[in-house]
């Protein structure tokens, strides 16, 4: 018998689907009210198919106990009879049931709120009669089942506005109208797409709310997927009341992320999308429809590029990344405006971790240093490919790094670095360390080291033998991280950075995540992991090496992802892009 599609694979036809651009193609967004305050329509299914077949086949995959179990169990087993059994009933392969009872699309609609809400499922197909028959056979399929398994609920058959509806238990409908299979967990929801297909003035569609049609209006029309998220809906919920208020209770999250908070506290939905660039590959966007215009003063200059003026630089790669983020944050505007952003009581607690802080900082303020920072900043975390211990810490740390950019390069070395020579005597006092100075190339590195005792190798199985935290300045630029190599990698970044600027970005935000660095930090501890899979599964060592082989193989053909967040006038957009490997296309 012809083996019948693994459960992944099927999970996401069914779940996915698109109309072919024909203009008279049902929308399955007719049927959905405009109640709902979240709409996913999820379009193209041969193309969201063959993106779930080729990850579903990948070799790496199946080096895992837990991915074979699956398609060795007993469930897996009695659902590929099921699908095999549709086949069978409906007179097609699933591939082309799944285009005849769903290429019109899907769209999962719900509505907010406490208690039982109203969710909703409308799969678009365009074979009617089809439809009604999958109805039938899953009805008769269902019915077995709720036998077997001797369950108290019933299939019975209703009538609504004169449509007969499938009602199973107490937590679902489901009726056929025309070639369009409706669900809903309560009666009302299914009640409205019975009325809005027969086009009753009863019950108003979602089509027809403003807000819903200017979020479609700007989603791309060849998306593989989109949402829509009714915001001032979602804000009336009670535990985000704190979000509303500025300055608030949540104001200090206003100094970090501030940009993001008040974009959503203002904009009256949000949407989301995946789809294809021109390069083929996928990009999923969120985005609202509110930015600059009419955010504080104080938050727009803190956390987005002025108009005209250059934004963030490009997130560092140094070997061995596992993380860049490049982001744009004018602390020096928060210090002089601080009392706009935070409470009465905020800014006393500040000004008391300021004083305390001040004897630890040789009489420096943290006003003396931001003063001397300037707005574009990146953070970088790598692997550590090599360390001058001789002791292998059992837990490996990647290595991070802060690298910010100076407005006043020579002021803020004065002011910094004797406080941060402090800071490292006054901690070789309870553990054993050694001050060091190292060139490197024509920039000097500052740092201390960890001795190698016994007393530094029983905290924490060694743990302290992953850092030898350091700093240094390069021109306008200042480091500090927690390792002596990372620092060494990211004076040379600079330097090449220097001799051959890039274009400035217009963004205020750029990340990069490369899954080949997580895989090869997952490497740097291979024997722990091989021993936890052992001990877990109770499996062979050679079972368990392949299984983190078969892990890091799947890491290193992932890619990557980079990110870009960027603020308009009166737009937020924030895209991520899912890039393969180097050399895969």
Known sequence: MRRAAPLPLLLFAWFIAAPHCAAAEPDPLRLVPDSADLVIQLRQPRKTLELGVGLASMQELRGFNQYRELFDSTAFNRFQQLVAHFEKELGAPWPELVDRLAGGGIVAAVRTGEGNQPAMLVVQGRDAALTRRFLQAARNVLQQELARQESKDEIKETQISGVEVLRVGDGLLACALDDALVLSNVDRGVAAAIELHQESKKVRGITQLSRFKEARQHAHADCLAWGWLNLERVRQAPNLQDLQKFPGPLSPLYVFIGGWLDVARRAPYATASLRLDASGRHVLGLSLPRGTDDMPAVLARMHAPPPGQPGVLPPLMPPGTLFSHSFYLDLHEFWQKRDRILTGEQLDALEEANKAASPFLLATRFGDIIDKLGARHRLVATTQAASGYKTVPLVRIPSLAFVGELSDPEGFSQKVEPPLRAIGLLAALNVKMTYFEEKHGQHRIV???????????????????????????????????????????????????????????????????????????????????????????????????????????FLGRLGGVEGELVYGTNSFTWNFTFVPPAGSR
């Open 447 to 553: 740092g201390y080291r960890f001795a190698e005792d016994q007393a530094n190798r029983d905290v924490a199985n060694g743990i302290l033998f992953n850092f030898s935290p350091c700093f240094v300045r390069v021109g306008d630029k200042f480091i500090l991280s927690t390792t002596l190599e990372l620092a060494r990698s990211l004076v040379e970044e600079l330097e090449k950075e220097k001799a051959s600027p890039s274009a400035n970005l217009s963004a205020a935000q750029r990340t990069s995540l490369g899954w080949q660095g997580v895989g090869a930090f997952l490497g740097s501890f291979r024997e722990q992991l091989v021993t936890q899979i052992i001990l877990q599964d109770g499996v062979g060592r050679a079972d368990a090496e392949q299984q983190i082989q078969s892990l890091l193989d």
